[in-house]
């Protein structure tokens, strides 16, 4: 992975202004989109399968007229006197009459109906009037609810309260506020401060905005197709600044480091981008792994804030990995500290391994040296301080948000708070019964019979009378609770109903079903509670694996798991404490104390995951890289620390910032969030991570860095470190020492063959690879990139191998000589020496070119003249000449001839095992005639070689190599090229490898 980010970070460098373009369109088009289709974000809170969603789906088929949303006008007399008043009670019933004729309003039942049920306080001075819409809460517009609430004018002017409460008027939707733009200058403060120049310090937060822009688009385009919340924007906004600022930070504070030692820019900016810019790809698909793990709850409204968030994460990594080398590309040499400056200090010391050179440490090297002298304190210290705070998680109680969570100056908030003083909390939140009356023979008894039975149910204050509908299909009871909808009892309350289902069958022969808004909100919370294990579970589990892919230890990912439940458990807490306990609510601007929201914690396990594996990441690669050069297990931990202690202080401290921006005057759902995510970040980073996570390094040792064999064997290696660059760069200068050969070997060894292999040859060579057949084949697949060197020094056309293996394997090709019986034919498809050679020039070219005919004829017309001189036995050769009527010698030469007119700029051919003359100066004379002179055929040959030639001579103008491998190998495959890891069938892969 690190090799294809240098790559992906040296082309951004190289193309900066077309890379820049194609952000700045992508992002001028998808916002466009979005504006263009003018999606609208609603709340729709439900989950398809559950009782309570059953139930009004089937009452939208049978009793349309309760299943749509409701909402309740609630009116308050004037002090002195009460809602019975002719005047009152005339205005009260008069905006019932114009609200029943307004759009999308279905039925209105004012308090003094014979068919409202209990809508006039005790005390006579409040009352409510029930409005039902034709349509769930989704589809009733504003324009409705303004006219709704501009029918109130009247009855106000007689000095009545009036207000409107219900899922339709209660504000779920959040927008953006200035403390968001606060938060993002408290981020352009600590960059500026890490960097010390404005340039540098402004690069991550425009990249940071452009990601944000473009996931925010994308939304936008997706909520004119679905349903999508107000939240996630929101939340994608959040997610997006954040790991957008860090990621960038990340790389460019590797950049500059890099400059300050005297790299070369595009050699600086492509090393950052492979190696900074692996941790951040690894960071990304951690968090974008476990925000899409929330499909798998199954709550659509979830999903669809995962896949948001998730793909703001994918954006903010791949602008990363992109734009930042792009930028880097235009800016080349202004981002180099200046000399003297704290930058170049900083890097200049990191480079001495700080504290070992001259320089001053740094505040980071002296916090771990205290850590490291007395660990079990700092490790007892933190947990129990962990522990303590983790307390108030105990009492986590989830549900969705009721108008309570609403400001007090909320029309919603109002309604509710009048309700619960002149009837009681229950009546804010109302359960719905539904009984199947189909089999019933005497409905009204029945009926009367069921009300008395969900009466005598603890917890139940008021049972309105069964309702049926006009086909006698189904009945209704409203059944009234004595506590509120978030209240836990009321959970109790849902359950003991759903218990009567059996007794309420046997007895009159009615199934019944739960459901209502307090119902399906609870069915909700529940499925969220119960998946937070599971979900747990699975994020805890993928981070031990991913970190011990990265690490190659079991120590250090347990670690990292542990440390990353203590942090989601402290946030818990954290959360609990203030939004249901009440601890420094006036401070942070909360309202209302109550319930969690229910999606928060899986929500925040799944973010907070990502984010702790990142300052995970950083700070123990540095360990694990200086582990392995020295070997010093409490030196890697120091000089580790060192390394990556400043940039996750200040990614730390800018998602911090950027969090808790959203917490004084962020509402409802995204204040909860916001705080729960500022906590987690600042106790991962600073008490977990870089305190707990020293202290315990230190405490292992050597023990940190222990992988079993058999599970080292069994889990890929990812390379964030970037040792295989590493590797790649050393041979990568290796190789274009050597740019005037196509083909150098320096103590090349493979496994299965003795020798070792020293040698090098020019552009267009014809080089004879003599040993046995076994041996010669190993060693072709080495060359053409197919096996993997077991050691020394290996470059093919400017390529070191095996880190340019894929790139070799596109411009070689490996044929067998021995291809079968004559009459086989090189393709399956050709029938003539015309149609396989254009079929192979074909293949060389992209669909819309088209190959000129004469091509084919001149390659055909040096194919004959070159058969003439290496085959007695064969004729003259046209295009239409059957490829039956080639000899061996024949079709051979006219395999090496299909690989060269493929593209192929090296082709490495054997004989195998056939007796076939190709050593002999006839045939390499007509190998010289048939492929270009730019290209280098490599022929295996028997030992000893047929021609009389020596290790260097000429033929035709082209330098003739010849290597010998001596006898016979240690392992002879038993057919095809093979060796290392890869076994190849050369009968298949003929001429097909570019």
């Not at 309003?105 to 409005?131: F, G, H, K, L, M």
């Not at 055909?860 to 000449?881: C, K, Q, Y």
């Amino acid at each position: 992975m690190a090799t294809f980010l240098y790559r992906i970070g040296r082309f951004a460098y190289r193309r900066a202004w077309y890379v820049i373009a194609t952000w700045v369109l992508a992002l001028g088009a998808v916002l466009g989109a979005g504006l263009a289709l003018g999606g609208q974000f609603q709340e729709s809170f439900t989950i398809p399968g559950t009782e309570s969603q059953q139930t009004i789906d089937q009452l939208d088929r049978v009793f349309p007229q309760v299943a749509g949303a409701s909402a309740q006008v609630v009116y308050q007399a004037p002090k002195g006197s009460t809602v019975d008043d002719p005047a009152v009670k005339q205005a009260i019933q008069d905006m019932a009459t114009t609200m029943g004729d307004l759009d999308q309003v279905a039925a209105v039942v004012d308090p003094y109906s014979e068919y409202a049920t209990n809508a006039i306080s005790e005390d006579r001075t409040i009352a409510y009037t029930q409005v039902q819409f034709d349509g769930p809460a989704t589809d009733v517009t504003t324009q409705t609810l303004d006219e709704l609430q501009a029918e109130a004018a009247p009855v106000e002017a007689d000095g009545v309260r009036v207000e409107f409460g219900g899922s339709v008027f209660q504000e779920v939707s959040f927008g953006l506020t200035w403390t968001e733009a606060v938060g993002v200058l408290f981020a352009g403060v600590v960059l500026f401060v890490t960097f010390g120049s404005l340039l540098a310090a402004g690069m991550p937060l425009l990249s940071a905005i452009l990601g944000v822009g473009l996931s925010s688009g994308a939304i936008m385009v997706t909520a004119a197709f679905t349903t999508v919340s107000s939240t996630a924007p929101m939340l994608a906004v959040m997610i997006g600044l954040a790991v957008g600022i860090d990621y960038a930070l990340f790389i460019l504070s590797r950049h500059r480091s890099q400059l300050a030692q005297g790299l070369d820019p595009e050699e600086s900016a492509a090393q950052a981008v492979a190696t900074a810019g692996g941790a951040v790809v690894f960071a990304g698909v951690t968090v974008i792994i476990a925000l899409l793990g929330l499909l798998v709850v199954g709550i659509p409204f979830l999903s669809v804030m995962g896949v948001g968030a998730a793909f703001a994460v994918l954006v903010a990594v791949s602008i990363a990995v992109t734009l930042i080398p792009a930028i880097m590309g235009v800016a080349r040499g202004r981002l180099v500290p200046k000399a003297g400056s704290r930058a170049q200090r900083r890097a200049l010391a990191a480079a001495e391994h700080e504290g070992e050179g001259t320089a001053r440490p740094s505040l980071g090297g002296r916090w771990v040296r205290i850590v490291m002298k007395a660990p079990i304190v700092f490790i007892v210290a933190i947990i129990g301080l962990l522990g303590v705070a983790s307390i108030p998680a105990l009492s986590l109680d989830l549900n969705l948000p009721t108008a309570a969570s609403q400001p007090e100056d909320d029309t919603a908030r109002q309604a509710y708070d009048l309700i619960a003083q002149g009837f009681g909390p229950g009546y804010n939140g109302a359960i719905v019964v539904a009984a199947d009356i189909t089999q019933t023979t005497d409905i009204q008894d029945d009926l009367a019979g069921i009300r008395s039975d969900l009466e005598a149910v603890d917890g139940v204050a008021y049972v309105g009378q069964g309702l049926p509908d006009q086909g006698l299909d189904t009945a209704i009871f409203r059944v009234v609770p004595t506590t509120a909808p978030d209240d836990p009892a009321t959970k109790e309350l849902v359950q003991h109903l759903r218990d009567l289902k059996g007794e309420i069958e046997d007895q009159y022969g009615t199934p019944i079903t739960v459901s209502g808004q307090t119902a399906v909100a609870i069915d909700v919370s529940t499925q969220l509670t119960n998946a937070l294990l599971p979900f747990g579970v699975l994020v805890v589990g993928l981070s031990i694996v991913l970190l011990a892919m990265v690490f190659r230890s079991l120590a250090v990912p347990i670690k990292a798991a542990l440390g990353f439940a203590l942090s989601v458990c402290v946030s818990f807490g954290v959360t609990v404490a203030v939004f249901q306990w009440g601890w420094l609510a006036d401070l942070l601007h909360v309202t209302s104390t109550g319930p969690i929201i229910s999606f928060l914690p899986i929500l925040l396990m799944a973010i907070l995951f990502g984010l702790a594996m990142d300052y995970e990441v950083f700070l123990v690669s540095g360990m694990r890289e200086e582990f392995v050069k020295s070997g010093d297990a409490r030196r890697a931990v120091r000089v580790g620390f060192q390394h990556g202690a400043r940039v996750v202080t200040a990614a730390a401290l800018i998602m911090f910032f950027v969090f808790f921006a959203f917490v004084p005057e962020g509402d409802g759902a995204i204040k909860m969030i916001a705080l729960a995510l500022a906590v987690g970040v600042f106790v991962d980073a600073f008490l977990v991570r870089m305190t707990l996570v020293p202290a315990v390094m230190t405490l292992l040792g050597r023990r940190a860095w222990s992988l079993p064999r058999w599970l080292d064997r069994l889990l890929p290696n990812v390379d964030v470190e970037g040792e295989g660059l590493r590797a790649h760069i050393e041979a990568k200068a290796w190789a274009d020492a050597r740019r005037g050969d196509v083909l150098t070997a320096e103590g090349l060894r493979v496994d299965g063959v003795p020798a070792t292999v020293t040698a090098s040859a020019p552009e267009g060579a014809i080089v004879l690879l003599a040993g046995d057949p076994g041996a010669r084949r190993l060693v072709a697949g080495a060359l053409a990139g197919r096996v993997a060197p077991a050691g020394g020094h290996l470059q093919v056309l400017g390529h070191p191998l095996p880190s340019a293996r894929t790139r070799v394997e596109r411009l070689s090709a490996l044929v067998d000589l021995d291809g079968g019986p004559a009459g086989s034919g090189p393709v399956s498809d050709a029938e003539t020496v015309g149609e396989a050679i254009l079929e192979r020039m074909r293949w060389g070219r992209s669909a819309l070119r088209r190959v000129p005919r004469e091509e084919v004829e001149d390659l055909v017309r040096r194919f004959d003249d070159a058969l003439a001189t290496a085959s007695a036995s064969d004729g003259r050769v046209s295009i239409h000449t059957p490829l039956s009527a080639l000899s061996a010698t024949g079709l051979a030469l006219l395999r090496i001839a299909l690989a060269g007119a493929q593209g192929a700029r090296l082709v490495v051919a054997d004989p195998g095992d056939a007796p076939l003359a190709v050593g002999s100066e006839a045939f390499l004379s007509a190998v010289a005639a048939v492929v270009g002179s730019d290209v280098t055929v490599v022929i295996g040959v028997p030992v000893p070689a047929a021609s009389a030639t020596s290790a260097e001579s000429d033929l035709d103008g082209r330098a003739l190599v010849r290597i010998d491998l001596g006898g016979s190998p240690a392992v002879t495959p038993s057919a095809g090229f093979a060796g290392g890891t890869r076994s190849l069938d050369p009968a298949r892969l003929e001429g097909a490898h570019r």
